[in-house]
C-alpha cells in the first residue's frame, strides 16, 4: 500500500465539516469511529472525548488546504510539520496477502502508530499520510472546491494538475452554473444593444 493512501484520512476527516453551509457531521462518537473506515481496531479506541479532539485536529488540518489552496506553501508545511511532531508515526514493514505459492508474504509499508486516544492515532495517520502525498506530488496537489459554497478539500492526483473540484458533482453545478450566467449576460448585452440601436432609430 502506497503511504499516500493515508493521505484520505485527512480528507475525510477536513470533510466532515462544510462551514459554508453550517454542517458538521462530527456529532457523535460513532461519527468519529466512522471516519477510520475499515480500520475497526482503531475505531474501538474512540470515546466521546475524542469528538473535540478530533475537531480541533480538523480545523487544523483544514488550515493546511486552505494555506495551499492560496498558494501560501511555507504556511501549508509548517502547519503540517507542526501536525507531524505533535503526532509521530513509525513507519513499519508488514506483510499481509501472498506473493506466489509458496507462501511468501507480499512486503509493503505501512504507518503504525502508538496513540495514547484515538485521536492521537488518526491525527498521526492523516498528518502523515498528508506529507506523503504533499512531498510526492506538490503543495499545489492539496486543494478546496471551487464550487461555493462547497469548499470541501481534495487531493489532486490529474496528470495535469488541472482538479478544481472535490467531485464531479460539483464541477457538473459549478458548469451549470457558469453557463447559466453567461447566458444571463448574453441576454442583458442583447437587451442594452437593443435598446441603444432603438434610440438611434429615433
Same mark, same amino acid.
Given at each position: 500500500? =502506497?503511504? !499516500? ?12 465539516? =462544510?462551514?459554508?453551509? $453550517?454542517?458538521?457531521?462530527? #456529532? ?7 471516519? +477510520? $473506515? ?13 469528538? #473535540?479532539? +478530533? ?9 493546511? +488546504? ?7 506553501? #511555507? ?10 511532531? =505533535? ?44 506529507? +506523503? ?7 499545489? %496537489?492539496?486543494?478546496?472546491? =471551487? ?11 490529474? !496528470? ?11 464541477? !457538473? ?16 448585452? %442583447? #437587451?442594452?444593444?437593443?435598446?441603444? !440601436? ?5
Amino acid at each position: 500500500m =502506497e503511504l !499516500t493512501y493515508y493521505a484520505d484520512y485527512a480528507v475525510r476527516l477536513v470533510n466532515s465539516e =462544510e462551514p459554508a453551509r $453550517g454542517k458538521d457531521a462530527l #456529532t457523535s462518537v460513532e461519527a468519529v469511529r466512522a471516519l +477510520f $473506515g475499515g480500520n475497526q481496531s482503531a475505531a474501538r479506541r474512540a470515546t466521546d472525548a475524542d469528538v #473535540t479532539r +478530533f475537531r480541533s485536529v480538523r480545523g487544523r488540518l483544514r488550515a493546511v +488546504f486552505e494555506a495551499a489552496d492560496s498558494g501560501d506553501q #511555507t504556511l501549508a508545511v509548517d502547519l503540517l510539520n507542526s501536525l507531524l511532531l =505533535e503526532f509521530p508515526v513509525s513507519p513499519q514493514i508488514s506483510g499481509h496477502d501472498h506473493r506466489d505459492d509458496q507462501d511468501n508474504p507480499l512486503w509493503h509499508m505501512h504507518l503504525a502508530d502508538h496513540p495514547s486516544n484515538a485521536t492521537a492515532g488518526y491525527a498521526a495517520i492523516a498528518s502523515m499520510g498528508l506529507a +506523503f502525498h504533499l512531498t510526492e506530488h506538490g503543495v499545489d %496537489r492539496l486543494g478546496l472546491c =471551487e464550487a461555493a459554497p462547497c469548499r470541501n478539500a481534495y487531493l489532486d492526483t490529474s !496528470t495535469n494538475r488541472s482538479r478544481r473540484y472535490c467531485s464531479d458533482r460539483c464541477a !457538473t453545478r459549478a458548469n451549470v452554473a457558469a453557463y447559466r450566467a453567461r447566458k444571463r449576460e448574453e441576454a442583458a448585452a %442583447r #437587451t442594452d444593444r437593443d435598446a441603444k !440601436t432603438g434610440r438611434t432609430a429615433e
